[in-house]
């Protein structure tokens, strides 16, 4: 897990992902091209294993910054209310005598707060404003070759 925000570049920190038929292997190539000035553009980078031409959206460093501010403060704000909702129920639960139902409920909260921000923290660190729009590429962290599940989710597919 990073804790440190990914830098924002000129060209996306994320690589190009040719799946290697029959494996779980990928084949990692740079992207090339350029992040746009402002706003969000479709371009295109080559693939170093099959050729092709595959298209991307990218998005400018200020629109990457701009979102990863946007998903702290999502993260931040689900934080407070879930977890400072949580301990309410379960001081109101102590101060009713015990009652199990808000004090579960109160605890349940508290303990499902790191599930339910993880991807607002995760996003504010690491997104990088690039998408594959073709569904037979994808794109990974630098040195994620395997298709496994890490702890940074490092495989973002193609979708927008
Ligand atoms: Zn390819």
């Known amino acids: 897990m990073r804790l440190r925000q990914a830098p924002v570049d000129a060209t996306p920190r994320l690589e190009l992902a040719h799946r290697v038929p029959g494996s779980d ?3 990692l190539h740079p992207i090339t091209a350029r992040r746009p000035s402002a ?6 980078t080559p693939c170093g294993t099959c050729g092709e031409t595959v298209p991307l959206r990218l998005s400018s460093a200020e629109w990457v910054r701009s979102q990863r501010n946007r998903q702290l403060l999502l993260g931040v704000t689900v934080l407070l209310v879930q977890a400072g909702g949580g301990v ?12 199990i139902l808000p004090a579960l409920l109160g605890f349940l909260l508290v303990m499902l707060t790191p599930f339910t921000t993880g991807e607002q923290f995760r996003d504010s660190r690491e997104e990088d ?12 962290e630098p040195g994620n070759t395997y298709d496994h599940v890490d702890s940074d989710g490092g495989n973002y597919e193609a979708g927008l």
């Open 25 to 27: 292997v990928y084949r």
């Open 39 to 44: 706003g969000t553009v479709d371009t295109a």
């Open 88 to 99: 309410l129920l379960i001081v109101w639960g102590i101060r009713l005598g015990w009652s």
């Open 129 to 140: 404003g690039a998408v594959s729009l073709d569904p037979g590429h994808t794109l990974r």
